[in-house]
């Protein structure tokens, strides 16, 4: 039976993912930014379906990443049936110390 997971999502990671959305239009066009939305949704429900598949950070073995592109990636941790969405970051800057 697979588990059915509940996403929480921080106000760190909405930040983040606002802070690239909003270069993204500003750097390209509302319908990049669409797109991308688009495949981060696609993410998002294989990290709630199958949160296990993505690896753990280079630095904790409760964190775990997953990419959308090479250039933005999701860290989160599992506890039960909650998934706690930590960051969305843009892979170009300083990484999160997870």
Do not use: C, W
């Not at 199958?50 to 860290?75: E, G, Q």
């Amino acid at each position: 039976m697979q588990i059915e997971y509940r996403i929480v999502v921080t106000s760190n990671a909405a930040n983040g993912l606002a802070n690239i959305v909003d270069y993204i239009e500003g750097a390209f066009s509302v319908e990049v930014s669409d797109k991308f939305l688009n495949h981060f949704d696609e993410i998002l429900l294989l990290i709630k379906t199958r949160p296990m598949m993505f690896p753990f950070s280079k630095t904790s073995n409760k964190v775990r990443r997953a990419l959308v592109n090479r250039l933005t990636s999701i860290y989160f941790s599992t506890d039960e049936n909650v998934i706690t969405i930590l960051a969305i970051e843009d892979n170009r800057k300083q990484q999160p110390k997870f």
